[in-house]
């Protein structure tokens, strides 16, 4: 059997799912969800994340959690908090850079959220003992001020999908079509949603949302700040942002469930305004002005003088990272902090 297989004996016996219900199986069933048996990070895999491009992102990372932790008041105890991470290149890339400022990995009680059991066993391998795992926010322990990293997570939290249709919204569902082949659908919706020119599509992901919650509930309580990066709209908007990624390349999102990427857009309005309704203050710039203002031109200067015969592969990094033509624009910083300071490269201009 296949999740395919699973999933159309699923909505045989019990109806179609929601597109956030189908994004669930893809990437966390437990038999062949994505992530839960076969995630593939890197070149060589299906998708190429910051960290993994240069190190100067994980880097610049580290500058920012250590002059947060300052700004801060350097308190003795840090709850220093990674969720979603990878293969732990992020978390090795900021402790190392953490070293510079004296004080800040010794306060630093440093967890790792992860649900997926492969990528826990290369965080392991990379971080060795210098973090703790917890399956989710909740289980890491509060009460002390908290810095969160979070990079290409939200985008992996599902959303539901609605299509605006001559006679008003429908929410779009994973059917099935000819010969049990899984197809979209749409079933009549009473959910409320804005006016929209007919075609629209409006998604809501009540994960995003959970989580935005979560966190301005927790920073409000015990102090702190978390980094939300991510590609994503930074204004309400419609649009159909599914996707699956295998080998780097766009492949249809019904075709092999769990054996590809799923992801949408992050909606940071939606995942700001959870985080504010709990008592958090918010920011939001794109991932060029963010690794500008922490300086990457010059840690980039720094590694080529140190590297000359570099200079080509870092400048290419850069791009990559920077360019408004790359990740530049369409990924997103978001920062959720508590509202009694402000965090680095947030301070109004």
């Known amino acids: 059997m296949s999740l395919k297989d699973k999933l159309a004996a699923q909505i045989a016996q019990t109806g179609p799912l929601t597109v956030a219900q189908y994004m669930s199986a893809c990437l966390h069933d437990p038999q062949f ?52 991470p990878g293969d732990g290149t992020l978390m090795d890339d900021l402790l190392r850079a953490g070293r510079a400022l004296p004080g800040f990995l010794e306060a630093a009680d440093v967890w790792l959220v992860e649900t997926s059991a492969p990528l826990r066993a290369r965080q392991a391998e990379t971080l060795g003992g210098r973090v703790r795992w917890a399956e989710s926010l909740d289980e890491v322990p509060g009460g002390e001020p908290m ?9 992996c939290l599902p959303a539901r ?40 599509v409006a998604e809501i992901s009540g994960p995003q949302m959970a989580l935005g919650a979560a966190l301005g509930a927790r920073l409000a309580r015990d102090g702190g700040a978390a ?32 054996e590809a990427d799923l992801t949408v857009w992050a ?18 710039m794109s991932q060029a002005a963010f690794l500008a203002r922490m300086g990457i031109g010059e840690r980039a200067e720094a590694l080529v003088r140190a590297r000359p015969d570099k200079a080509p592969v870092i400048g290419r990094q850069l791009h990559r990272l920077v360019g408004g033509d790359q990740m530049g624009d369409l990924f997103k910083v978001c920062c959720l902090h508590s509202p009694d300071w402000t965090p680095p490269a947030f301070e109004e201009d």
Not at 50 to 78: K, N
Request: proline content about 7%; hydrophobic content about 45%.
């Open 33 to 84: 969800g994505y992530y839960a048996t076969r995630p593939a990070l890197g070149e060589a895999g299906d998708f190429l994340t910051a960290p993994l491009v240069s190190q100067m992102f994980g880097e610049l990372i580290g500058v920012w959690a250590a002059s947060a932790w300052t700004l801060m008041g350097e308190p003795e105890r840090l709850t220093l908090v990674e969720m979603g």
């Open 147 to 155: 810095l969160v990293i979070a990079n290409e997570l939200l985008d």
């Open 161 to 200: 999908q609605f299509v605006k249709t001559a006679v008003g919204w429908a929410e779009q569902v994973v059917g099935l079509g000819d010969g049990w082949a899984l197809a979209f659908g749409r079933v009549p919706t009473g959910e409320p949603l804005p006016d929209a020119r007919e075609g629209a």
């Open 227 to 258: 980094l939300l990066i991510d590609y994503g709209r930074d204004a309400p908007g419609f649009g159909d942002t599914l996707q699956a990624l295998r080998r780097h390349a766009k492949v249809d999102p019904l075709d092999g469930p769990g």
């Open 267 to 284: 909606d940071f309005p939606a995942v700001m305004a959870a985080a504010e309704r709990e008592g958090a203050a918010t920011g939001l």
